[in-house]
């Protein structure tokens, strides 16, 4: 990967913040875009803006196309048998929302269980507490270890001929926790589950392919890929996809409609209410393509090698606590950790002043910082565009809030 040329394609890593070069570690948050994604927004605006799919006009003529072509590279990207079967969504939690509310409202009843696991982020857990008050759905959650990995022992005791449903994230966005998703699917399958994949940490940096997972779903984020904010991506199985009813009613998830009743489109039109996010979904396919071009393999070792250094770099500090796997095989490229002492938002801010962007917070996973019995951490996340320089930058802009900090009384602190 030659990341010189790489930052050249990235704008915003120019931007100076307080004087200082921006070092951005947000990523597991959102990503950074490239120009050829900023570019494919603006040409879609300025030459082919229209609406799409009903059409008879030129300009709506090439909008569908290019809405299309975006969605036949988001299949070949995650090996689905069909364009069809992917479904254009807002986020991964509008697809995860897309499931419970098509899929698990319509064929769960009371005393069905659905099995989660206790790292999930709010949008593969609220989803399913929203179904269970509804349905009475039970549901259950493979423990997390305390080295941050799941107890897959417990999770095979969990998963029974009652589980109609396991869900799980299959990278942590909080700890980084790879997590064994074939091993889980396995695990599915011989109870007759059904699973759903949330890809929203993996998709963007490693190679991932449904068919040999043999997921029955799978959601991830644009956003997090290099792609535009707001949309998301849903894979199901066709038959699956067939049998849901609509997730939301309106233009285009129709193909017929009288005063009262109406017979739903085809897929994947049948999940796609309303006018969708035209421009942002036909410039992703310009993002699928520099990840494409560049390889995931390689991502992923980039990542890991960044990763490394951080930890090392990171845990060399005084007071430094670092959650997540020891092994580094089992971790991606994410860093969450705590200053003893010091609240996460202080640290964020603190190296917010020498330009480094991390996150500070819960990250969206309470039940997975109340096992760790922490309010939070703050994690840098790293992505193709992320340099060694960058990780030191981080090291010596925290060794310097430590020391700010440990100057003061505890009180203060
Ligand atoms: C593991 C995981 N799942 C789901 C989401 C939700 O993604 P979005 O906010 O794009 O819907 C995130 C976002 O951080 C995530 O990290």
Not at 98 to 112: I, N, P
Not at 168 to 192: H, Q, R, W, Y
Not at 314 to 335: E, F, M
């Amino acid at each position: 990967m030659d990341i010189k040329k790489i930052r050249e394609d990235f704008p915003i890593l120019n931007r100076k913040i307080r004087g200082k070069t921006l070092v951005y570690l947000d990523n597991a948050a959102t990503t950074q875009k490239p120009r050829q994604v900023i570019e494919a927004l603006v040409d879609f605006y300025q030459n082919h803006n229209a609406n799409i799919h009903r059409g008879v006009h030129t300009l709506s003529d090439e909008a569908t196309s290019m809405v299309e072509e975006s969605r036949i590279k988001t299949a070949a990207f995650i090996n689905a048998p069909k364009p069809e079967t992917v479904i254009f969504t807002r986020n991964a939690t509008e697809a995860i929302n897309l499931v419970a509310h098509s899929w698990a409202r319509k064929f769960l009843k009371a005393g069905d269980e659905i099995v989660l696991t206790e790292m999930e982020h709010h949008s593969n857990l609220v989803p399913w507490q929203m179904l269970a008050a509804e349905k009475q759905v039970v549901l259950r959650h493979i423990p997390m270890t305390p080295e941050g990995t799941l107890d897959l022992e417990a999770g095979r005791k969990l998963i029974t001929a009652k589980t109609k449903l396991v869900s799980f994230t299959a990278a942590s966005n909080a700890l980084g926790t790879l997590i064994p998703v074939e091993k889980i699917i396995s695990l599915a399958k011989v109870a007759g589950a059904k699973t759903l994949v949330d890809a929203s940490q993996w998709a963007p940096h490693r190679a991932l392919d449904v068919v040999k997972w043999d997921c029955d779903f799978l959601a991830f984020s644009a956003h997090k890929m290099l792609g535009p904010t707001g949309v998301g991506v849903l894979y199901g199985k066709e038959a699956l996809l067939e049998d849901m009813d609509p997730f939301l009613g309106g233009g285009d998830m129709i193909s017929r409609v009288q005063l009262d009743r109406f017979t739903p489109n085809v897929l994947p039109f049948k999940f796609e209410a309303g006018t969708p996010n035209i421009a942002d979904e036909a410039a992703f396919g310009q993002a699928l393509d520099y990840l494409s071009a560049i390889g995931l393999d390689a991502i992923a070792a980039h990542e890991a090698a960044l990763t490394k250094k951080a930890i090392e770099t990171l845990s060399a500090l005084p007071g430094v606590t670092i959650y997540g796997p020891k092994d580094i095989s089992q971790r991606g490229g994410v860093v969450s950790f705590n200053v003893d002492g010091l609240h996460p938002h202080d640290v964020g801010t603190a190296l917010d002043l020498e330009g480094v962007a991390v996150r500070a917070g819960h990250h969206c996973c309470q039940p997975l910082m109340n096992k760790l019995k922490t309010p939070g951490t703050a994690r840098a996340s790293f992505y193709i565009y992320n340099t060694f320089e960058e990780v030191e930058a981080l090291g010596k802009a925290l060794d310097k809030a430590i020391a700010f900090f440990m100057k003061k009384p505890a009180a203060v602190r």
